[in-house]
């Protein structure tokens, strides 16, 4: 069964970091060539992207947050992870992991292959 566990969430000021990651169990990311994916939704707001990458380490980033946040994974551990800096209030939200299959330069969630979440606050 798989699951994916976010952690790293949390309160900070603008311009704060926090880096969050998703450890996944139940499969491997290489062996099953899975790309995985950062979502953030805010309250009132629908989900989105944030950033993605591919098990041969191509990545990508929404334009909000590039050049502020890096996508990276541990093969080893089983682990995506998140570093989010020069944070802003705009970048308040749920953020979620998610695991399926590239294409087109996209990650595309599969059915049941997201994590439960976990909670960015910047304050200004």
């Known amino acids: 069964q798989v699951q994916l566990v976010e952690s790293g969430g949390g309160s900070v000021q603008a311009g704060g970091s926090l880096r969050l990651s998703c450890a996944a169990s139940?499969?491997?990311?290489?062996?099953?060539?899975?790309?995985m994916a950062w979502f953030r939704q805010a309250p009132g707001t629908e989900r989105e992207g944030v950033a993605a990458?591919?098990?041969?380490?191509?990545?990508t980033y929404a334009d909000s947050v590039k050049g502020r946040f890096t996508i990276s994974q541990d093969y080893d551990s089983g682990t995506v992870y998140l570093q989010m800096t020069s944070l802003k209030p705009e970048d308040t939200a749920n953020y979620f992991c998610?695991?399926?299959?590239w294409g087109d330069g996209v990650c595309y969630p599969r059915a049941g292959y997201w994590g439960q979440g976990t909670q960015v606050t910047v304050s200004s």
């Open positions: 990458i591919d098990s041969d380490g191509t990545y």
């Open positions: 139940g499969y491997s990311l290489s062996y099953r060539r899975l790309c």
């Open positions: 998610a695991a399926g299959h």
